[in-house]
């Protein structure tokens, strides 16, 4: 069965620093990622998605993803965070019929 | 308003209750879900439920029984629960569960703790 793993269990920065958060799996077929977040209080929410083209993709809120099929990673990445990006972001990988969930990573954001 | 709804809330019961969760979708989906989310755990899909039929039924304990009237409506119902059973339920519904680009919108969960 695949799995999905997100190294970083807590991150904290400040605004203005860049974000890089990991994500990998261990699905050697086709596969279709996703990110999702999860703000304070609120319903988890897709930021964005890889099913197939540019392995470079861009989401809400200045988010982006790069796919490396070849390191089985889609890390999440932002150039410069906001308070408001304080959060838990779920990396996500759809293989066949089965959907799978990374552990989470909580973001907390320093003003 | 992600068009997923989830009634209740909140739910405290004993390990002899019986008592169901509620959750609705107004999306026009077809495919709806259910998981758990526990603390410093991964998500874990427990049911899926396709054009009204079960897909998945990832080794769930029979404590807990789904059950989808329609393609709008789940519900997740619960007996003899146990105390590691404490967890955020989340819903989730899609447009198929076939075809990698359906994204899931979820709602916002019922937090269940069982005494």
Known sequence: AQ??????????????????????YSYGGTVNLFWYVQYPGQ????????????????????????????KFSFNLRK??????????????????????FGAGTRLTVKP | ETGVTQTPRHLVMGMT???????????????????KQSAKKPLELMFVYNFKEQTENNSVPSRFSPECPNSSHLFLHLHTLQPEDSALYLCASSQGFSGGG??????????????
């Open chain 1, 79 to 100: 150039p410069s965070v906001q308070w408001s990006d304080t959060a838990e972001y779920f990396c996500a990988v759809k293989a066949l019929e089965d959907m799978r």
């Open chain 1, 3 to 24: 799995s999905v793993s997100q190294h970083n269990h807590h991150v904290i920065l400040s605004e203005a620093a860049s974000l890089e958060l990991g994500c990998n």
């Open chain 1, 43 to 70: 319903h988890l929410q897709l930021l964005l998605k890889y099913f197939s083209g540019d392995p470079l993709v861009k989401g809400i809120k200045g988010f982006e993803a790069e796919f490396i099929k070849s």
């Open chain 2, 102 to 115: 359906n994204e899931q919108f979820f709602g916002p969960g019922t937090r269940l703790t069982v005494l």
């Open chain 2, 17 to 35: 209750n019986k008592k169901s969760l509620k959750c609705e979708q107004h999306l026009g989906h077809n495919a709806m879900y259910w998981y």
